[in-house]
């Protein structure tokens, strides 16, 4: 018997029923989450480390001759990266700080050792010239060869001047400075401690000395007498006295109070020096007539 195929050729096939997908939210499928880039470096923090590394850069370059002229400008950038820095980012503070403070120390020492090696520099080249080059000289007239040997040249400390010579400072074999000294009062404590309610007396075994110092300026350009002349009280010991072992207003006019000085003009001014009560009429006032010149000394009285 064949067999014969029991579906039906006309019947419809079987239907299956599958489960409904769940809705989709409303704000639609989430993405995916994805770590956070990482954070790039504070800018803040960078221009912090600049300036502490142009600062440590310029302060070492101050202590070095020559570089010293131009590490203030290394200096002052490393000073405005550490502001910048400060106001921009809390990170990186303590650094911009550090820049800052190692800025200000770089450009107050480039400053001073660029004088200071200047200074050096000059006195150098100046002990190298011929003395008639560099040095200073009274007006007066030369002694003559017999009384140069017969004992020291007038203006040493062994054989000091009258007061009321005039000195002459040269500046490159020319003149600068004329610089004379007055009657000096070698117990001046009664006119200093009255001249300045601030004054203080002077120091156990001293005394305020006063003497007035007439400049004249006879270069070429300009200068200003209270940075170029000096004064000083070199007693009979041969120890050194200054104005600046003790505080004290001068009576006027103050030496001090002199203002630049162009050629053909001049100052007068008074200089109080505190010096050894003992055997004051025995000392001598020291007077450099330029920066660069030597001492000239004058008798105490």
Partial sequence: MPMTDARDPNSTPEQHSYPAPPPAPEGGYATPYAPAAPAGPSGGKGLAIASLIVSIVAFLGAFIPFLNYVVFIPAIVAIVLAIVALARHKAGKPLALAGLIVGVLALVLSVILAVVYTVGFAAAVSESLPRSEGGSRSSAAPLDETEEEAGPAVGTRENPAPIGT?????????????????????????????????????????????????????????????????????????????????????????????????????GTGNVVIAIPTADAAAGTWAVRPGILADPYYFAAQ
Wanted: aromatic residues 8%.
């Fill in 166 to 266: 005039v000195v002459t400072g040269l500046s490159g074999g020319s003149p600068e400075w004329e610089v004379t000294l007055g009657a000096p009062v070698l117990d001046a404590n009664a006119a200093v401690t009255s001249e300045n309610m601030f004054n203080d007396p002077a120091p156990a075994g001293t005394q305020y000395a006063m003497v007035p110092v007439t400049v004249k300026y006879v270069g070429t350009e300009s200068a200003s007498p209270m940075f170029e002349i000096g004064v000083e009280y070199v007693s009979a010991a041969g120890t050194t006295h200054t104005t600046s072992d003790s505080f004290a207003v001068a009576p006027e006019p103050q030496f001090d109070s002199i203002n630049e000085l162009f050629p053909g003009a001049s």
